[in-house]
């Protein structure tokens, strides 16, 4: 197992509701990331994460905000879910040296 | 700013035909990685290649290889004799070294029994 889960793997919410996905990783890595997937568009970078506290956007941030308050755990909140946010969201890691990224199972959020 | 571009968007071949997936990837960096993951039905990125930006040294994995030209901006991938396990989304990347990851658009392959 490559030591990082994302919870939860799915979920349905209503549009204009708050929705937190978590990310957890065992590797102690320095860089997180989340992304999310839609056709035709391959994976787009949301906030990436350079340390704990330590945050930065991505090409698709508007809607989402994050927070890493411990090496572990990169949080992803869409603070009003509209319809737009439907997708699979990955989250990944990365530790020194550009070695690789790791990324885990993805959350299929739907927005209804 | 850091681009990849997957002009394929999706390619179909007979089993043990071989396939060769074009990247072409823009940075203004001179140290830069490039990846290759591969996606399959069940929906996980797989981890297949990194390459730097000073190796140009082409690689081969068994079925797989890969032919790095800096000069073209280009990284593609071969799948010699392809076998239906093959069939999955295929995604080129490219990181510098401010460790953002950038994707293509990625190329959905299907092998044909």
């Known amino acids: 197992d490559a030591g990082i889960t994302q919870s939860p793997r799915h979920k349905v919410t209503e549009t204009g509701t708050p929705v937190t996905l978590r990310c957890h990783q065992t590797e102690n890595h320095r860089y997180m990331y989340w992304y999310r997937q839609d056709p035709g568009h391959g994976l787009r970078l949301i906030h990436y994460s350079y340390g704990v506290k330590d945050t930065d956007k991505g090409e698709v941030s508007d809607g989402y905000s994050v927070s890493r308050s411990k090496t572990e755990d990169f949080l992803l909140t869409l603070e009003s879910a509209t319809s737009s946010q439907t997708s699979v969201y990955f989250c990944?890691?990365?530790?020194?040296?550009?070695?690789?990224?790791?990324f885990g199972s993805g959350t299929r959020l739907t927005v209804v | 700013a850091q681009k990849v571009t997957q002009a394929q968007t999706e390619i179909s071949v007979v089993e043990k035909e071989d396939v060769t997936l074009d990247c072409v990837y823009e940075?203004?960096?001179?140290?830069?990685?490039l990846f290759w993951y591969k996606q399959p039905p069940s929906g996980e990125l797989v981890f297949l290649i990194r390459?730097?930006?000073?190796?140009?040294q082409n690689e081969i994995s068994g079925r797989y290889s890969w032919n790095f030209q800096k000069s073209t901006s280009s990284f593609n991938f071969t799948i010699t004799a392809s076998q239906v396990v093959d069939s999955a989304v295929y995604f080129c990347?490219?990181?510098?070294?401010?460790?953002?990851?950038?994707f293509g658009a990625g190329t959905t392959v299907t092998v044909r029994a």
């Open positions: 390459r730097n930006s000073f190796d140009e």
């Open positions: 990944a890691i990365a530790g020194q040296g550009n070695y690789g990224y790791t």
């Open positions: 940075t203004r960096d001179t140290t830069y990685y």
């Open positions: 990347a490219l990181s510098n070294n401010d460790y953002k990851l950038s």
